[in-house]
């Protein structure tokens, strides 16, 4: 995976207000493993922004 990416949550984030199969997009791949993922509504505005690891997601 790499910046600006698109991918699947494969987990819920519920304090974040996210399901499974929400689509979100890479904006920061960490050399040490792992992603910084934007998810954002149908207006373009932000809903979270996640440090997320390999495993919570999935390459769309």
């Given at each position: 995976?790499?910046?600006?990416?698109?991918?699947v949550?494969?987990?819920?984030?519920?304090?974040?207000?996210?399901?499974?199969?929400d689509?979100?997009?890479?904006?920061?791949?960490?050399?040490?493993?792992?992603?910084?993922v934007?998810f954002?509504?149908?207006?373009?505005?932000?809903?979270?922004l996640?440090?997320l690891?390999?495993?919570?997601?999935a390459p769309?």
């Open positions: 995976m790499k910046e600006h990416d698109p991918v949550l494969k987990r819920d984030k519920e304090a974040f207000g996210l399901k499974a199969g689509v979100g997009t890479i904006v920061l791949v960490y050399p040490q493993g792992g992603c910084l934007e954002v509504d149908r207006e373009g505005n932000t809903l979270a996640l440090d690891t390999e495993e919570e997601v769309l």
